[in-house]
């Protein structure tokens, strides 16, 4: 049985305000049954130093993506990561992470492609609950294994993949990378290393809206004006529009489809998770450079 | 083809992460990002004197000081904030391992020693990148200051 939505009126004018919770609303349901909080951040050892008591770590690097193919576990695998972490198929599942939640919301998507129903996002993550003094722990609770069934992940609803791209051409695309990395610039986040694109640019048409846009100061999620100005008004999205967000590996992108798909309520959002580590490398596709836009390519739609 | 000889310090730390689990390196790791020591006043108060790590994920400074000749002791200093574990467990492995060391034995050690870590996999490639930097950088600065 699913746990009562956090009836907060900050949420009440998402599309979907039963996808966050807030930090009073989690702490007074710590330990409720049927209820896992899972942190999930960039820096691996971050859950190891303190997390929120009760909290399983689940690690994007080494439990969600697969060992050998560059893709995500497939349903038996993660349905022995849900069993092991003690998540049900009709538990309540609240992520946080660090950086304003960008590693949760990219795991909060890779359950949503595995079809788990309820998935929430702790609105402001890790650095709000360790602002308001809450308490952390490093004890590693020991949850019972659960019975949790093999799901195949759906590739078709939320994912995108470089073929269906290259077929987007004259629908809306969303660049929620850094102007530097959107210009061509530079091939990497400002600060971060080098990883490896042989081409700096953007895919041809994309909008450019970096991703840290949608959080505001303390790392919640800005209101539904302050977005729409942000999606609808700058980015020229217009609802009921199929868009696709990528980034470099999918994980900031994450946050913005999240954004797109349950604080805007757009119903056909994916994340091109191959991004432009996959983009700026392959043979044979298309990029534009500087700030503008860009065409999309000849004999594709315009 | 034999592995070169590391210090001694930093060889057991090697065999210590050798014998465990890789979740059990990871809590080693943070074990040594616990245990990094705080910069000195005179280093905490002149944050310019300290040389940044571009190449690791999180914010990372170090320095370092070379005794006078013939051995030319070094002493490192390393600075990365509390939130950034993964990087300060890398700083902390090598200031375990190679803070106090003369100058010819530091240099002597081989410039992919983090991948005897065993966290390749755990960590990201990434990452390791990040730390192979730090020692390049250690390794250099140690250089400047024998030929200034």
Redesign the interface.
């Known amino acids: 049985m699913a746990i009562a939505a956090d009836p907060n009126p900050q949420f009440s004018d998402y599309a979907r305000p039963e996808r966050l919770v807030s930090t009073e609303w989690l702490a007074e349901r710590l330990g409720t049954e049927g209820l896992v909080v899972v942190e999930s951040d ?5 859950y ?2 303190g997390h929120i008591p009760g909290a399983v770590k689940v690690d994007w ?2 439990e969600l993506n697969d ?1 050998v193919t560059r893709d995500y576990i497939d349903g038996a695998a993660f349905a022995a990561l849900m069993s092991a972490k003690g998540i049900s198929r009709d538990s309540t599942v609240v992520v946080y992470g ?1 950086k304003s939640n960008w590693w949760a919301a990219y795991a909060l998507w890779v359950f949503t492609l595995f079809g788990h129903e309820d998935v929430r996002l702790l609105n402001g993550g890790r650095d709000k609950w360790i602002a308001e003094g809450r308490g952390l722990t490093r004890e590693k609770p020991q949850p019972a294994a659960t019975e949790y069934p093999v799901v195949e992940r759906d590739d078709t609803t939320v994912r995108a993949f470089l073929p269906d791209v290259l077929d987007h051409f004259g629908k809306p695309l969303v660049d929620v990378r850094s102007p530097e990395e959107y210009s061509g610039e530079r091939t990497h986040m400002p ?3 080098e ?1 490896g694109a042989l081409r700096g640019g953007h895919i041809p048409t994309a909008a450019s809206v970096p991703w840290a846009r949608a959080a505001a100061e303390d790392g919640t999620f800005k209101g539904r004006a302050a977005l729409e100005e942000i999606y609808l008004g700058d980015a020229g999205l217009a609802p009921g529009d199929d868009v696709v967000a990528y980034c470099r590996i999918g994980e900031r992108s994450s946050h913005t489809w999240f954004v797109l798909k349950h604080l805007l309520g757009f119903e056909n959002v994916r994340n091109y998770d191959g991004s432009w580590t996959e983009w700026g490398n392959a043979v044979r596709v298309p990029i534009a450079t500087g700030t503008e836009p860009g065409e999309a390519p000849s004999g594709r739609k315009a | 083809m034999a592995e070169p000889t590391l210090p001694e310090t930093l060889s057991g730390i090697v065999e210590d992460f050798g014998a465990l689990s890789e979740q059990e390196r ?2 080693l ?2 074990e040594f ?1 616990d245990a990094l020591p705080e910069l000195p006043e005179r280093l905490a108060s002149h944050p310019e004197l300290l040389e940044q790590v ?6 990372l400074f170090l320095t370092l000081e070379v005794s006078p000749g013939p051995e030319h002791t070094v002493e490192l200093f390393f600075s990365a904030p ?6 300060r ?1 890398f700083a902390g492995v090598l200031h375990e391992g190679l803070n106090g060391l003369p100058a010819d034995e530091l240099l002597a050690v081989p410039d992919d020693m983090p991948h005897q870590l065993g966290l390749t ?4 490639p ?1 990452r390791m ?2 730390m192979t ?1 730090m020692l390049g950088r250690i390794k250099r600065q140690v250089r400047e200051r024998i030929a200034a």
């Open positions: 960039e820096d691996i050892l971050l190891e130093t690097h080494t060992a660090d600060a971060y290393p990883e | 990871l809590e790791l943070l990002s571009v190449e690791c994920q999180s914010p509390r939130e950034a574990p993964t990087t467990g996999r755990a960590v990201t990434l990148r990040g930097a």
